[in-house]
């Protein structure tokens, strides 16, 4: 099965992780393959290290977009390593659930082709359900996933100027 969840509100990540513990608590092994999200800053990575039955991968760590030091280059550069890790896993998947995160993303800035990530996803999907984050999915990858959800922001604190807080949004 593939799975998306996309959209501009606020509970991507938090859902991916809450089907990455109901996958853990039935003894399946799980892999998580996380772009843009620079180590040790979120809070979700300090527990996911540590919990046995998931292989946790880490690949271009930050956005050019938020960090300007960062060009498009060596971001497309480590998306690709991210496709690459992704290709080891399809010669020997061993996974009962995949989560790829910040994918729709990496699509969407043009760090990685939408056809790949559809190619990739097809594959993943012959032994493992994949679960695919990210504002922006395409309407490509829509069409070819089993469950697709979308998450709405209705109200967020940004446009009231209150910042990120800590165990909140990081």
């Known amino acids: 099965m593939i799975i998306i969840i996309t959209g501009n509100g606020k509970g991507k990540t938090t859902s991916s992780i809450g089907q990455i513990i109901r996958a853990l608590g039935h003894n399946q092994k799980v892999c998580l393959i996380q772009l843009f999200k620079g180590e040790n ?4 990575q300090n527990i996911l290290t540590k919990l ?6 880490s690949f271009a760590k930050e956005h050019p977009f938020c960090f300007k030091k960062i060009s498009k280059e060596q971001t497309t550069e480590k ?7 992704i290709k080891e896993i399809i010669n020997n998947n061993h996974y009962d659930l995949i ?3 910040e994918f729709n993303i990496a699509v969407r800035d043009g760090f990685i ?3 790949t990530l559809i190619d990739l996803a097809k594959k993943l999907s012959e032994k493992s359900t994949v679960m695919i984050t990210g504002r922006g999915a395409t ?4 069409e070819i996933a089993d469950l697709v959800s979308e998450v709405k922001e209705i109200k967020h604190p940004y ?6 807080k800590k165990g909140i949004e990081f």
């Open 99 to 101: 989560v790829l995160e």
């Open 52 to 57: 046995e039955g998931l292989d946790f991968f």
């Open 113 to 115: 082709e939408n056809s």
């Open 79 to 85: 998306c690709n390593e991210a496709i690459n890790k």
């Open 139 to 142: 309407e490509d990858l829509i």
């Open 41 to 44: 800053f979120y809070g979700e």
């Open 159 to 164: 446009t009231k100027g209150i910042q990120a």
